[in-house]
């Protein structure tokens, strides 16, 4: 991944866009690491893997509740309990 610096990406705009569609690109900004530029393909292949994680979270808790044999009752009798 390449990096540079905020003005070098402002001043060549064309170009950065140009070759995000190859590789994302790192923009420093007053010696810092500020941002990233890449490709909608891209931003759409991590935003999917995000989703897909997220799901099979949600779906690995939902097992392991079911068998631990905690129904929503259960949980709401749970959490009135003082």
């Known amino acids: 991944m390449r ?3 905020a003005a ?3 001043a060549r705009l064309d170009e950065v866009l140009d070759e995000t569609q190859r590789q994302p690109i790192v923009i ?3 010696g810092k690491d500020t941002a990233v530029a890449l ?3 891209e931003y759409e292949r991590l935003r999917g893997d995000a989703i897909r994680a997220f799901l099979e979270f949600r ?3 939902a097992r392991e509740t079911t068998e631990a044999g905690l ?3 259960r949980i ?3 959490l009135s309990e003082d």
């Open 3 to 5: 990096t540079i610096d």
């Open 8 to 10: 070098e990406a402002q």
């Open 28 to 30: 420093r900004q007053r």
């Open 39 to 41: 490709s909608i393909a």
């Open 59 to 61: 779906n690995d808790v």
């Open 71 to 73: 129904t929503e009752e």
């Open 76 to 78: 709401a009798g749970m």
